[in-house]
């Protein structure tokens, strides 16, 4: 990877002297060769947490002689490195302010600042919102459907690039979910309308296909379609995403009206329009008004870190004060959980 870096910068691999990452927790194991199985079984207990400073030599990168690799330091197994350079790139410690962060992916990570006084947890989302374990899923490349609106004349789709739709990748699959559930063909609890219930003369009624099962799903081309289990894999989602709003919430003595500030973090994150993180119930209408997109918040604070000492320390010192909640543990969480599964109301 430096290497290619490098081809396509100009820059000769020996006049590279620091490296600097901020991955989770997860990653920088695999990335430091020490083993994470502890991560993934109870108690899910990482190796290390601490910011590593060692030389990049170490672990095969090379570079200049004597070349630094410094990891960010990491919070939990599920609160890493990349979401204390995020809290950090954003000024969660110092905020004046109450203010949620969160990065949106396949663990979503949240961040509460009360103030200056940090409160985490990681809620797993699971891929769906990133176009996986979607019947026609794929990652945001040429073809795929990456918007969506259901319109009385039929189903108008966005599609990246000039080519023909191929499947449907992460924004894709929240905008036609929002649509489905906008327009009641999805109720309440998920579940799709049975074609039987709408009028033929019903402008929807040509947009669902029943199986031999009598399942229905949304037709958006001859080829492509939206199945129950696809919004299920949302539904999913974004229970476990708001669920954790609630509960880091709850263990701060907020409510979402009190909130100032919604900040959503990540590469991913930004191609996810505020309608659609509302109309699926993401995130609560409260905070419609308040969301600031913050992009790629982890790489920022890896390139902050390169530059600074200070900010090595500062980051180090953030860490160490960041509380972490296990959601599981939490009273009453298989309760909110399930209220959380729900999608808005249409009104």
């Known amino acids: 990877m430096i290497a290619d870096v490098c081809g396509q910068t100009g820059v000769k691999k020996e006049q590279i002297y620091e490296v600097s990452v901020g991955a989770n927790c997860t990653m920088m194991h695999m990335l430091l060769g020490v083993d994470a199985l ?171 296909e029943m199986d031999g099962n009598q399942t229905s799903s949304l037709r958006m081309t001859e080829d492509l379609k939206i199945t129950q289990g696809d919004v299920r894999q949302v539904q999913l989602a974004k229970g476990a995403i708001l669920s954790g709003f609630y509960a880091l919430l709850k263990k701060a003595g907020k409510e979402m009206s009190e909130l100032d500030k919604v900040m959503i973090a990540g590469q991913f994150g930004a191609h996810l329009p505020a309608d659609s993180l509302i109309g699926t119930g993401i995130l609560p209408a409260e905070v419609k008004d ?34 972490y909640m296990e959601l599981g543990a939490t009273e009453g969480y298989e309760r909110l959980f399930a209220d959380c599964l729900m999608f808005p109301e249409v009104h």
């Open 290 to 323: 308040k969301l600031v997109y913050v992009g790629n918040s982890s790489k920022t604070g890896a390139y902050m870190a390169l530059l600074s000492g200070q900010v090595k320390r500062e980051m180090e010192e953030l860490a160490h004060h960041m509380d």
């Open 38 to 208: 502890s991560i993934g079984k109870s108690p899910y207990a990482p190796m290390f947490v601490k910011a590593k400073d060692i030389e990049a030599e170490e672990i095969g990168i090379h570079a200049s002689r004597g070349a630094r690799l410094y990891c960010l330091p990491s919070v939990s197994s599920y609160i890493g490195a990349d979401i204390v350079a995020g809290a950090y790139v954003c000024e969660l410690h110092k905020a004046d302010e109450n203010v949620l962060f969160i990065d949106i992916g396949t663990n979503g990570e949240i961040v509460f600042s009360d103030h200056g006084r940090l409160l985490s947890c990681s809620c797993a989302a699971g891929p769906a919102l990133e176009g996986m374990n979607i019947s026609s899923g794929m990652r945001a490349a040429e073809g795929a459907i990456e918007d969506v609106e259901i319109k009385e004349d039929g189903v108008k789709l966005k599609i990246i690039g000039n080519a023909d739709p191929i499947g449907v990748c992460g924004s894709g699959i929240l905008a036609v979910v929002k649509e489905l559930v906008r327009t009641g063909l999805v109720r309440k609890d998920g579940a799709f309308i049975k074609l039987k219930n709408l009028e033929e003369t019903d402008y929807r009624y040509p947009m669902i």
